[in-house]
Structures are given as C-alpha cells and as structure tokens.
C-alpha cells in the first residue's frame, strides 16, 4: 500500500512539469509563427513599396499612341484601366535672323512652353482630360500660363461619344497634334499660325467617334471668334481661348479622316468650320457686323516605313469685311480681308538605318514649301498689305534620339511680295512624355 501510495505522489509530481513544458513548447512555437507570418508580411510590404518607388521614379516604357484626335501624350489617360494620368512636353530653339536690313527682329532664345497633361479616368465611360500650359518660361517677360484643354468624355460606342468643356477644334494637323516630336522642323506651319490659328481652343460641346478602323468624326459647337480682334495679319487675334467667351455667337466645326485598309499609311480628310464672329458689339463708330467666318482645309498624308509626307490646303471667306473694316476704323492699306488662302507640302525621309544600320534612332531630313496669303482678296476700296502674302521654303532636319524626344534644326526663306521679311535660322529641342 505504501509503494502504490508513493507511485502515486510521484506521478502527480511529474505531471504539472511535463503539462508545464508542453504549454512553454507551444507558446514558443506560436511566437515563432506570429514572428515567420511577420516577416513575411514586411517582405511582401517592401517589395510593394519598392516597386511604386520604381514606377514613379522610372515608369514603365510604353509607346505613346494618338487617341480620338488628341496628341500622343495628351492620349495617356485613355490608355489607364482607372484613375489619374500625368504626361506632358516642351520645347524650346534658338533663332537668328538673317537679311534683317531694318534690324527691327533680334536674334532670340527662347524656352517657348512647358505643358503638363492631367488626366483623370473615373470609368470606362468617364475620362477627364486637361493640358496647363506655360509660354516663355516666366509671366515676367509676355509669358502666361493657360488652360489650353479641358474637356470631359462620356463614352456610349465607337460611333458615337459625346465631348463638353475647353476643346481643341479638330482644323488641320498641328492644332489637335503639336507636340514638338510629332511635327517636322522648329516652328510650326506658317498656314496653321496664320490661317488656322493655332493653338486654337474654344468653350463648347460636341460629338466624335469612329466607324470601323477606317473613318472617324469629331463635331463640335463652340463660341465664336471675336471680331474687333481680326487684323489684315489674320484672324488669330480673334480667338476667344475660353477666358470669359462671349457667346452671343456660336459656330460650328466639323472634321472627318479616312484611311483606307487597302493603303496602309494613308490619310485623307477634311474640316469646315463656320460662325458668325460679331458677338452683338459696338464700337465708337458704329455696330459690329455679323462678320460670318467660313474656313475650310483639306488635308492628306501618307507614311510608309522611312517615308513621311503629308499636304494640306486651307481657305476662308468673311462675310460683311467692308463694314466691319469700317465699324473698327482700319487702314485703308492694312484691311481686314475678304478671303485668305494658304496650302503647303512637305516631305521626310529616315537616314538612320541607312547610315548606322539600326532603327534605335531616326535621322528626318525635311523640305516644306508653303504659301501663305491673309490678304487674298480685300474689300473694295481697301488695298491689300503685301506683306502678308508671301512664300516659305523650309528646309530642316529631325533629329530622334528617343521616339519622344527630338533636335531639330531648320532655315526659313521667306519670300514676300514686298521683300521685307528677313529669312530664319533656328536651332530647337523638343520632348513629350
């Protein structure tokens, strides 16, 4: 009885310390796997943090891609499954003018603009789009920062979409696409400064879309122009911009491309665009006329591999030009016309790969011949200011060290009726992202 009593004590002696050691063993083992599930999770936490540090600082490369009548860059945010998209570009040259007899224009730098792009996607049925741009480096010295863009896109089908807000008018090929890596040469066309005045943007609303890969559309409402700003230089002073618009005038445009399937890299098409520009003003001499503007181009381009060239044709009529010359007092030698008219051509070709064998970069030398006219047919008893018709022939070359960043350099010689414009020598940079 004494040893079973004595087995017994022992037991309950060795129980509590094995129970005890059992507990201890656990305890450890599920801090050990609070600890590994830790550590997993900081890894996972800084791989993550790493790879948005990445992006930011270095995004990942993708090709920029023109959507629905926007640039390239102004395009990124069509590209986004969902939220906010930034990209932008810039350019800057350096122009010496040549054969100046008067000495009236100096040799000029000049950082021209910085834009940012930001986008914002809401849904696949929602975008928001806006380009901020910043002219000559500093408000100090005639530079501005504008709102060039800002328009909301309600997607339905790829016929039909609708566009409301700050618009680009779909006019030409530089107006909606002027990014410097997309166009040849330092300064834009002279037709589409002078003629189509771009950069060209107005409040309004709109439609466009596509049917098939062959023919798309854009057609918009929009405020009309501001006569008391057109000059026998054109009509550029006129445009409105969005800033306070006055819109007791309206105006229509339109814009169709056609490319064919059966001719890859051909681009045909068109835009009208037609308003009355009175706005309902008075001047000190009279009423400002109706002043109804019709403008018009035909465009076509056409790339295949090295080969780039494209043509462009571009006319206007004003209705009531003599009255409304007479309503803002303009010279009689400085008129503002009837008809203006203005076309050009150019043509490139890539020599990199004929040089260097590869087609990492591009190499575009360039010829572009233009023929400009704002003073095309003036009211009677007005005579036209000769200097405002005159040729451009611009020889240049593009240089591409990355498909979105660009060199260029480019000669201007303008021939004008009268003989008075010097001839142009500029360097210039060009990027977009």
């Known amino acids: 009885m004494a040893r079973l009593f004595a087995i017994a004590l022992l037991m309950l002696m060795i129980l509590p310390t094995t129970t005890w050691a059992d507990a201890e063993a656990d305890a ?13 999770k900081m890894g996972l936490m800084i791989d993550e943090l790493s790879r948005l540090r990445t992006q930011v600082a270095v995004p990942e490369e ?28 810039g350019e ?35 975008v928001f789009n806006s380009e901020i741009e910043f002219e000559h480096a500093s408000t100090d010295k005639a530079g501005s920062a504008s709102v060039e863009l800002a328009s909301l896109d309600f997607f339905w089908k790829p016929e039909l979409n609708f566009r409301a807000g700050l618009m680009l008018l779909p006019m030409g090929f530089i107006n909606e696409i002027h990014e410097p890596p997309f166009f040849y040469g330092v300064q834009r066309p002279e037709v589409e400064r002078r003629i189509l005045p771009s950069t060209w943007r107005e409040n309004g609303v709109g439609i466009f879309g596509q049917f098939g890969e062959s023919f ?26 969005g800033s306070k618009a006055l819109a007791e005038d309206f105006a229509w445009v339109t814009r169709f491309d056609y490319s064919p399937e059966i001719l ?27 002043a109804r503007l019709w ?4 465009h ?22 003599r009255d409304l010359n007479l309503a803002l007092g303009r010279p009689k030698n400085k008129p503002i016309a009837d008809k203006m008219l203005g076309a050009y051509a150019e043509v490139a070709y890539d020599i ?73 020598l500029s360097l210039g940079m060009g990027f977009a992202f």
């Open 28 to 40: 450890i083992r599920a801090r050990d796997d609070r600890i590994e599930d830790l550590e997993q």
């Open 62 to 89: 993708t090709e920029l891609k023109s959507f629905y009548g926007l640039g390239p860059a102004a395009s990124k945010v069509y590209g986004l499954e969902r939220g906010l998209s930034i990209g932008g570009y």
């Open 92 to 126: 800057g040259f350096y122009t010496n003018f040549i054969g100046d007899e008067a000495d009236t224009d100096r040799d000029r730098a000049d950082f021209l603009r910085f834009v940012m792009y930001l986008g914002y996607k809401f849904s696949d049925k929602i």
């Open 216 to 241: 798309e559309y854009r057609s918009y409402l929009v405020t009309g122009f501001d006569a008391t700003g057109f000059s026998d230089s054109g009509i550029r002073g006129g445009r409105q911009k």
């Open 264 to 290: 890859p890299g051909l681009q045909v098409g068109g835009s009208l665009y037609f308003g009355d520009s009175g706005q309902d003003q008075e001047t000190g001499v009279g009423d400002v006329p109706d």
């Open 295 to 298: 403008l018009g181009e035909a």
């Open 300 to 321: 076509v381009q056409y790339r295949k591999g090295p080969f780039h060239s494209r043509a462009l044709l571009a006319y206007s009529q004003l209705s009531d030009a």
């Open 352 to 424: 990199w790969p004929m040089l260097f064998g590869n087609e990492q970069k591009a190499l575009e030398p360039f010829l572009r011949v233009e023929y400009v006219d704002t003073q095309y047919e003036v009211p009677s008893g007005y005579s036209a200011n000769r200097q405002r018709a005159y040729w451009v022939y611009t020889p240049g070359i593009n240089l591409y060290l990355h498909p979105n960043v660009v060199l260029k350099l480019e000669y201007r010689n303008f021939n004008a009726q009268d003989g008075t414009l010097p001839d142009e």
